[in-house]
């Protein structure tokens, strides 16, 4: 991949990474009326997390921040089907598995930006019928 390509993807890496850290007030005010389902967030950033290793490889990410990584991964991995089913707004509420991904996600942020704390991405769109 390109520079550019790695740089974008790195981004939105931590920006996923600045949303899973938030506190739980926050990520439902970011969901707002939107309809997330559970399974998509975790399938989006498990691929990330996946990713990461290729961007690890060519500089973008240290092996501190792959390691981070790789807990947040794992933990998405060990998430059952049955807590993957149903919008994500209502597991956030619902379901600790999210407390422990929120904890993790924190460290990767500390580890690789220095603070947890980080802008929220923006939301995104929802669809209308006239696009």
Known sequence: MNALGDAHLRTW???FMALLAAGTSDQLAWLGERELET???VEEVELLCRVSEG???RGVFEPADLRDLRAVGRRLGEVDAHSRSGPWGNALATDPVWDDIRSLARQVLLTTLGDWRQPLPPPARPLTDDH
Do not use: I, N, Q, S
């Open 13 to 15: 890496t931590l920006r």
């Open 39 to 41: 399974k998509d967030v």
């Open 55 to 57: 961007l690890a490889e």
